[in-house]
């Protein structure tokens, strides 16, 4: 089974082995990311092999809101490191076990992650365009 470490993430904290990171508070809780941020636990692996694996894991127990079940707190709602931890850990149980199914998956979100970056370029892109028409709209208008 794939070992890993989960720990609390310090601003000034820097780690040598493949790490990704785990937001802790609001209601995306559970969200895997690549840069730290102030709200979030670090989660320590052996290998980038094993990194992969867990972000994948923690990516579709994020989007299935399998976090939103140890939501606590009324104003800001939080996870706990250790029911994170817990989650994790009984996840990578049930994925190992049907591995290769798993590892599709994984290939399925990897490919649906590089759209969606693609589409998100474009929509920047036609946003800006539809800026610059209506800035070039307004300055012949006088308005601008």
Known sequence: ?????????????SYQQPHFFILNKGLNSGKPLN?????????????????????????????????????KGSVIPFVTIGE????????????????QAFEKAIQALQLLDTSEQKIKVTLKMIDTARQAIFSDLMKEAGAG
């Open 35 to 71: 840069n730290a941020c102030p709200n979030c636990f670090v989660c320590l692996t052996e290998c980038d092999e094993h990194r992969e694996f867990l972000y994948w894991l923690c990516f579709g127990l994020w989007k299935s809101k399998s976090f939103h079940y140890f939501l």
């Open 84 to 99: 994170t931890r817990k989650l994790i850990r009984e996840s990578l149980i049930k994925a190992s076990s049907k591995s």
């Open 1 to 13: 089974m794939k070992s890993f470490r989960i720990k609390i993430h310090r601003l000034e904290s």
